[in-house]
């Protein structure tokens, strides 16, 4: 496991103290939980990143219209 030392603010750092404390969690276990929620946002918009390539305009605005018509 690695030690990341981070410069904050000092009134970030105590928002901080404070939202693990209200959480019942270390100040440990909150930056881990935010750091699991940062990489899975950067997984999702690699995936949307990849699809896009591989996608087809034509057919993903048809899709579209279908559900409009489905009122879905």
């Not at 909150?30 to 940062?38: H, P, R, T």
Request: hydrophobic share 45%; aromatic share 2%.
């Amino acid at each position: 496991m690695t030690t990341l030392s981070i410069r904050l603010p000092d009134d970030m750092a105590e928002r901080l103290k404070n939202i693990a404390k209200v959480r019942d969690i270390s100040l440990n276990k909150l930056m881990f939980e935010l750091s699991i929620q940062a990489l899975a946002e950067e997984d999702a918009k690699q995936r949307f990143l990849a699809a896009q390539l591989r996608g087809d305009p034509k057919r993903a605005l048809r899709l579209l219209d279908e559900l409009d018509e489905l009122g879905l």
